[in-house]
């Protein structure tokens, strides 16, 4: 298996943790993540939820990284959750500055990663003789 998909496989563990605090601990998941703000049950299991969804994309990714489509739908859901996290911070100022820098450094490592990356993964084509 190649770096990247190690990489992707220790993200999606470390998700894990969090659709274990979206479903059972919010509090800790309200302290890790979204300490500016109030958090209810339908909140943190609409968050494991979605956390569980990226874990599966980084699973499937990184045993797949010559699937363009899963490869792109993974790149993105780092995308949308670098975003999602800013624009807490930013607009709606849920998030301290040191939450969006934890989970800054997963999803803007692997976006940028990914996207470095993004044709190297291509089965090789031989040439027919």
């Known amino acids: ?64 990284l010559e699937n363009k489509p899963l490869y792109l739908a993974t790149f993105l859901s780092f995308v949308f959750a670098f975003g999602h996290f800013f624009s807490e911070y930013l607009i709606f100022g849920t998030m301290a500055l040191g939450n969006l820098a934890t989970v800054s450094v997963f999803a803007g490592t692997s976006a940028i990663w990914m996207l470095l990356q993004w044709n190297s993964h291509q089965p090789v084509k031989s040439k027919d003789v």
């Not at 190690?6 to 998941?29: K, M, N």
């Not at 958090?39 to 045993?63: D, K, N, Q, S, Y």
């Open 1 to 64: 298996m190649k770096l990247l998909g190690w990489w992707l496989l220790l993200v999606a563990a470390l998700r894990l943790a969090s659709v274990w605090f979206g479903f059972f601990d919010i509090w800790a998941l309200r302290t890790a993540v979204y300490s500016q703000t109030t958090m209810t049950e339908v909140h943190g299991r609409t968050f494991g939820i979605w956390t569980l969804l990226t874990c599966t994309l980084c699973c499937l990714c990184a045993f797949n």
